[in-house]
């Protein structure tokens, strides 16, 4: 790697030289077909999961043949086939998804653990802390594995934690850990091993500190300057790789000439497939590809488990699938019940379906959503979770690495903030970057008008509609709450929905009694007018049709978007059209707000049927205060008839 490295053969990677036996060891003692959560100096998880070198080389090189189609570098993609899960360069983020991975082996009664690597730096981060009360509290059969090599990236480990040794951290979860000697192979496969059995057998996670040391810079361009040069030659004593060596030529395993012809056989190994790598063809971009591999496709269920074969299976009925018309009624239910409801047939149809949340079991969760599912469908499958936010939409991740489903209800869309890294990181890139789907819903209720203040009414669509690789629906009546729920747990990609606290109880309307989709992606037609056009979403869409009921004389033109990401631009095509005048209208503040973005489509796009300026709507760019009279001033409803004045004047 070095050589290739210099002779400019592949790109930046992270050596782990020094460190060989960690990841050898553990990828020997498990099976193949479990998960491990590798890190950066990893390459003995790759390597020992027999993955052909002549693509780990391509992988390197960046070239479409690699792991990643030439979109991620070095050790951050995974392989499904091989049960490894690409990293992201945050690190702490990945030990979460073994959580997920764990829960599925659990649920599924299977004998078998995930793996997720920590180096000592990274146990510094919020999102270590998160993974391990998870594993504790949901007693997962989850190993941490933490590489222990005295260095950050430069920071020593007396300046990342005051712990006299990190499986200390481990206890203060209610964890058993354990140091060793991480540059001993043999200790490092026999405790995995060992560990993995007590994993398995009582349902538990561990954690193993394995001592270690870093022979070369972070990548090679930063040096080791900061390394006093004797712990080097400490540490080259120690090699791991000599020390198994010496060890079989003592133990009589292997002879010298064995070992040689082991390296002379490994290099011409090495330069075939070299030679091969060196044969692929050279990159052409094709945009298509790369907008099309953003999101897995809808009939994606390649891991997914059939109904019958689950073990939550119990027989429970199903119903068929069908597309909302707007034809069909219903009996007239609340906001709150259409959403209730999506869950509800969601969870008969789909035995692979768990749901996880702050509250949400016996509580029933902060609205009442999740009201007597615990009883119906247990405690496995409706799971109350720690105030991990970030852990929860990684265990959603692992879950979905093993075939689930999940929806994960965040009390508050504002606490997505606590677990926005996971989202816009690891579950929107992760098909982009490898291929693997991440099948998860988070449900967001969001919203203001009841005088909550800053940290439980904000509108933060904007945030994930700005993020390739999510879905973003914002339903503003009860059939949709319920159609694009449904449609939202079917589809395979991560899918943000928005659900308005103000309309949960304040709005009712008819909710079909099937099972049935609202069609992502698609925009309503909410009314049809001539003289001006509203585009809006969420509770947008009743101040609307308020405004149109008191303004009767306006003929009001006006399109519910339904879904923020992807934008149905040919509804909104439409209905510019229709009357050449248009106002975008949120509830999210100004400034960098959906709106912003619609209109400078529509200036694009639809430059010749305007009339008028687009306008926007918005509310005001300050946090969103408390006091109710401060709300409804930053409401942008409290401008909405100055604005259509402004329209219809122009
Ligand atoms: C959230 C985050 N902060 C900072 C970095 C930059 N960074 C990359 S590796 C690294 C050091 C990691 O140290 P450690 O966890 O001990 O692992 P090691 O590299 O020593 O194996 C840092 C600071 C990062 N990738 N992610």
Redesign the pocket.
């Known amino acids: 790697m070095l050589i290739l490295l210099r002779q400019g053969k592949i790109s930046k990677w992270?050596s782990g030289i020094g460190q060989e036996a960690i990841s050898v060891g553990v990828t020997q003692a498990l099976q193949s077909d479990e998960w491990i959560m590798p890190?950066?100096?990893n390459l003995g998880v790759f390597t020992g999961r027999n993955m052909p070198l002549s693509k780990l080389f391509m992988q390197w090189q960046g070239n479409k043949e690699g792991y990643s189609k030439g979109r991620e570098r070095s050790f951050h993609f995974g392989s499904a086939a091989h049960h490894i899960c690409g990293m992201i360069?945050?690190?702490?983020p990945q030990l979460a998804i073994a959580d997920g991975v764990a829960l599925a082996h659990k649920l599924k009664g299977e004998q078998k653990v995930s793996v997720a690597f920590?180096?000592?730096?990274?146990t510094s981060?919020g999102d270590f802390h998160e993974a391990l009360n998870v594993a504790a509290v949901w007693d997962l059969p989850v190993i941490f594995v933490i590489?222990n090599?005295g260095?950050?990236?430069s920071t020593p480990v007396n300046e990342q934690f005051r712990c006299f040794s990190l499986a200390d951290k481990a206890r203060g979860y209610g964890m058993e850990a354990v140091r060793i000697d991480g540059n001993n192979l043999l200790e490092v496969y026999e405790t995995i091993k060992g560990v993995r059995e007590y994993c398995i057998n009582n349902q538990k996670p561990y954690l193993i500190e394995c001592m270690t040391f870093?022979m070369r810079g972070?990548e090679e361009a930063s040096g080791v300057k900061y390394v006093p040069p004797e712990l080097f030659e400490l540490w080259e004593k120690k090699d791991p790789v000599k020390r198994y060596e010496e060890y079989l030529i003592e133990t009589a395993v292997l002879s010298d000439t064995a070992i040689e012809q082991i390296k002379a056989d490994t290099k011409v190994y090495i330069e075939r497939e070299l030679q091969i790598a060196g044969q692929a063809t050279i990159l052409t971009p094709d945009t298509n590809e790369e907008l099309s591999d953003v999101y897995a496709k809808l009939s994606v269920v390649s891991n997914q488990l059939s109904v019958e074969q689950h073990p939550n299976y119990a027989g429970t009925h199903h119903s068929p699938l069908t597309t909302h018309s707007y034809s069909t009624k219903g009996p007239e239910k609340r906001f709150v019940d259409g959403i209730k409801e999506a869950l509800h047939q969601s969870m008969q149809q789909h035995p692979n379906l768990i749901l996880m949340g702050q509250d949400i079991a016996e509580y029933g969760g902060a609205f009442k959503i999740t009201e007597g599912f615990v009883e119906e469908f247990g405690k496995q499958r409706v799971r109350n979770t720690p105030l991990c936010e970030s852990a929860i939409v990684g265990a959603a991740l692992g879950l979905s690495l093993e075939g689930y489903k999940s929806m994960m209800e965040m009390q508050f869309a504002d606490f997505a903030a606590v677990g926005f890294n996971q989202i816009i990181n690891n579950l929107a890139k992760i098909h982009y970057r490898w291929g693997q789907n991440a099948d998860v819903v988070i449900r967001m209720p969001t919203g203001g008008g009841v005088g909550a203040g800053p940290f439980h009414s904000q509108s933060n669509e904007a945030w994930f509609v700005h993020t390739p690789g999510l879905k973003v629906v914002y339903p503003s009546t009860p059939e949709d709450a319920k159609g694009l729920l449904i449609a939202a747990i079917n589809d395979p990609n991560p899918v943000l929905y928005f659900e308005h606290k103000a309309l949960y109880r304040s709005i009712s309307g008819p909710v079909p009694e099937a099972y049935y989709e609202t069609e992502i992606g698609k925009a309503r037609i909410v009314d049809e007018g001539d003289d001006i056009t509203i585009i809006t979403y969420g509770a947008g869409v009743h101040w609307a049709m308020d405004y149109a009921k008191n303004h009767r004389y306006l003929s009001i033109y006006i399109l519910d978007l339904r879904t923020l990401l992807p934008l149905d631009y040919a509804a909104i095509g439409t209905a510019v059209a229709a009357t050449g005048k248009v106002l975008l209208l949120h509830e999210d503040t100004l400034l960098g707000g959906i709106g912003g973005e619609i209109a400078a489509w529509i200036a694009e796009n639809c430059f010749s049927y305007l009339d008028a300026p687009v306008l926007r709507c918005a509310s005001l760019d300050t946090p969103i205060p408390f006091n109710l009279e401060l709300e409804k001033n930053f409401m942008a409803y409290s401008r909405l008839d100055e604005y259509v004045k402004r329209l219809i004047n122009y």
Do not use: A, I
């Open positions: 992270f890190l950066h100096r360069s945050h690190l702490g920590s180096g000592d730096g990274g981060e590489e090599n260095y950050g990236l870093r972070h």
